[in-house]
Antibody, heavy 122, light 107 residues
Framework: EVQLVESGGGLVKPGGSLRLSCAAS????????MHWVRQAPGKGLDWVSS????????YHADSVKGRFTISRDNAKNSLYLQMNSLRVEDTAVYYC???????????????WGQGIRVTVSS | DIQMTQSPSSLSASVGDRVTITCRAS??????LAWFQQKPGKAPKSLIY???SLQSGVSSKFSGSGSGTDFTLTISSLQPEDFATYYC?????????FGGGTKVEIK
């Protein structure tokens, strides 16, 4: 059974930092691209960052570029999101998601974690 | 960036109704389109990929179609567990973008 379990969220002041983790199990982690997707209170889904299985390809949304860094440790089956210079507008539930790569080389999201809340407030 | 526009933003339907949700991309994305279902307070669930292929374990009452810029998600016979918000997402290019969501409510 695939499981994705996020941790590391909480309350932080504007300008502060947090590191989110996502522990993966039930699949061959290193074969999968991984993503972070967030959802602000009462709002829709917002893609944040993606990383390929071998960490060669990394992408970030413009809204977090230069402040957030996605990374992974395949030996530990873990995904991370280092969030620096946090802003009030980063307040959201953050989901990690796994994706398999189809025959054309495109990564398709299949499983989602339960989400972790991040609140940025003074 | 590719913009994804869903319509309607909400709809009311009865149990047993056939429901169709539309998603339009601001430029062609071939069939690199996924659909997700989200219930209140829960994580999203993956329903469809490649515009029309069901994810493993997803009920066949869900179907998707489309290519290029125009896509649809159809629920053939709405059941109480289907009342949720549905999102489309393009995975043709980065940044990955989601539609604004369609909330399906009970009439």
């Amino acid at each position: 059974e695939v499981q994705l379990v996020e941790s590391g969220g909480g309350l932080v002041k504007p300008g502060g930092s947090l590191r989110l983790s996502c522990a993966a199990s039930g699949f061959s982690f290193s074969d999968y691209s991984m993503h972070w997707v967030r959802q602000a209170p009462g709002k829709g889904l917002d893609w944040v960052s993606s990383i390929s299985g071998n960490s060669v390809y990394i992408y970030h949304a413009d809204s977090v570029k230069g402040r957030f860094t996605i990374s992974r440790d395949n030996a530990k089956n873990s995904l991370y999101l280092q969030m620096n210079s946090l802003r009030v507008e980063d307040t959201a539930v953050y989901y990690c998601a796994s994706s398999w790569v189809d025959s054309r080389g495109y990564s398709v999201i299949d499983y989602w974690g339960q989400g972790i809340r991040v609140t940025v407030s003074s | 960036d590719i913009q994804m526009t869903q319509s309607p933003s909400s709809l009311s339907a009865s149990v047993g109704d056939r429901v169709t949700i539309t998603c339009r991309a601001s430029q062609g994305i071939s069939n690199y389109l996924a659909w997700f279902q989200q219930k209140p307070g829960k994580a999203p669930k993956s329903l469809i990929y490649a515009a029309s292929s069901l994810q493993s374990g997803v009920s066949s009452k869900f179907s998707g179609s489309g290519s290029g810029t125009d896509f649809t998600l159809t629920i053939s016979s709405l059941q109480p567990e289907d009342f949720a918000t549905y999102y489309c997402q393009q995975y043709s290019s980065y940044p990955r973008t989601f539609g604004g969501g369609t909330k399906v409510e009970i009439k």
